[in-house]
């Protein structure tokens, strides 16, 4: 296999291979967020970060490209085609997210947040701040979507549009990318401190999420 695939003249194949099992708990945290958004008409990850989210995404999909393969590629593609579908449902199913009094800004705020990210990133990466993947602004992001989702849980803990399953995924897709990132790029503490960070974060919601489960059922 050449390069064009799968890089292994700059990534080692277990490099490869621990980045390929954190996508696809990726993808699967995705799947289970839009089985809650059509069961329950909610959407299960907070409002506040997915439009950093897809802004990344749409970055790395479209804008730059990371080094890896085009086999990986084909998986930002995919994180981004189902992000896709979360973001109409935020449009949709948002408000209910946000107090009464405040749903009638709710599209307005949302919509100016992901053009604000798609700004904001597209010059951090631009500037030369980022590494060759996008790790450094993922995993900022990352941190952010762990502590908005457990405020989002603790506010409302029985809500059955929040997977629990969702969570485990999402949770393992970014620990074993983690560990990838980790392994090639050692030096870079700034990784090391947002994987120990969400991580705790993380567990914590798990646990907390499995206190639940007896109320909400297992989704």
Known sequence: MSNYWLNRATY??????????GAFFW?????????????????????SVVGANFAWEFLW?????????????????????LDCFIVFSM???GYKQVLPQNQKYFKAF???????????????IKDGNE???GANSAYAIQLLISASCLGMMLRAPLEKGIS???????????????????????????????????????IFYIVLASKNLKYTGLT
């Not at 999909?61 to 085609?81: H, K, L, S």
């Not at 053009?115 to 010059?123: M, P, T």
């Not at 620990?175 to 993380?202: E, K, R, S, T």
Request: one cysteine or more; proline letters at 3%.
């Open 164 to 202: 629990y399953i969702a969570a485990w995924s999402r949770m393992l897709g970014s620990l074993f990318c983690g560990a990838m990132i980790i392994m090639h790029w050692p030096q870079n503490h700034w990784i090391i401190a947002m994987v120990v960070a969400y991580l705790i974060i993380d």
């Open 61 to 81: 999909a479209f804008v730059f490209r990371q080094d890896m393969g085009e086999i990986i590629q084909i998986g930002y593609y995919g994180w981004f085609a």
């Open 110 to 124: 949302f919509a100016y947040s992901i053009l604000a990210w798609l700004a904001v990133l597209y010059f951090y």
């Open 12 to 21: 080692t194949l277990p490099e490869l291979i621990l980045f390929g099992i």
């Open 131 to 133: 590494n060759p993947i």
């Open 27 to 47: 993808i699967l945290c995705y799947v289970f967020v839009i089985r809650g958004i059509i069961k329950y008409k909610f959407v299960g990850i907070s409002a």
């Open 91 to 93: 449009f949709r199913y």
